[in-house]
């Protein structure tokens, strides 16, 4: 399959994200779904596959963590698109035991408890969504961080064995926003108040002019440390 991504990427890397998107929400229907972290890329995207295809699944997942302006804007959301996201939550027990055994806060205290808490709050969760799909959209985009340079628009995705598309990948913030504005697609406020980049809240914090979009996420760690596990590179 992997081949087969390669091949898919070279067809269509320099096209436009609605293109690509027509493309793929056709060709798998039900098996293929927005992975959305309510952040300001995947807003574009949802906007751009409800206007291709109003019943596409799009789904999010809640870590029990997350900012009260992200739980309104999943309302929001629905409401503005007719929709009712698809909402993943952790299972319970390994919370509870991650927390009896190290505390609420325990992902200051090392990168490997902050990875422990990402795994068991997200990519628990993420898993058992894409056990569902064949292929899965994301918004990642190259110039978010040293971490996501490398980004193709259609990957292999080895570790949940999909088809990865992200037609956002050559997108710029500048790009994102105009989109956003020129289509009135809602938004998190928490973008307004320097928040370019929005995850649980304990683990994310605003940033200032002319920072790196990421650095407010898990701002304690190095940088080449700062992903969750959902994005394997």
């Given at each position: 399959m992997k081949?087969?991504?390669d091949k898919l990427n070279k067809e269509f890397e320099a096209k436009p994200p609605e293109e690509i998107?027509?493309?793929?929400?056709?060709?798998y229907g039900d098996r293929i779904a927005l992975a959305s972290s309510l952040g300001?890329?995947?807003q574009t995207l949802t906007d751009m596959i409800l206007k291709i295809n109003p019943r596409a699944r799009i789904f999010t997942i809640d870590t029990g963590r997350l900012f009260p302006e992200t739980y309104s804007l999943i309302d929001k959301t629905n409401m503005t698109y007719g929709i009712r996201m698809e909402v993943y939550f952790p299972e319970?027990?390994?919370?509870?035991e991650y927390v009896r055994a190290n505390g609420i806060n325990a992902f200051y205290e090392s990168v490997e408890r902050r990875k422990a808490c990402c795994r068991i709050r997200k990519i628990e969760p993420l898993t058992r969504a894409l056990s569902t799909l064949d292929a899965w959209i994301c918004?990642?985009?190259?110039?978010?961080?040293?971490?996501r340079t490398g980004i193709q628009t259609v990957e292999w995705d080895e570790t949940n064995r999909l088809i990865k598309i992200n037609p956002l990948a050559r997108f710029s913030e500048q790009d994102?926003?105009?989109?956003?504005?020129?289509?009135h697609a809602p938004y998190n406020v928490l973008h307004d108040r320097g928040f370019p980049s929005i995850g649980c809240c304990p683990c994310t914090r605003a940033v200032a002019p002319g920072e790196d979009v990421r650095s407010g996420r898990w701002?304690?760690?190095?940088p080449e440390h700062k992903e969750c596990g959902l994005h394997k590179r």
């Open positions: 081949t087969e991504a998107l027509a493309y793929f929400l056709r060709a300001l890329e995947d319970n027990k390994p919370v509870e918004g990642l985009r190259q110039e978010q961080s040293v971490t994102v926003w105009e989109y956003v504005k020129a289509n701002w304690w760690e190095n």
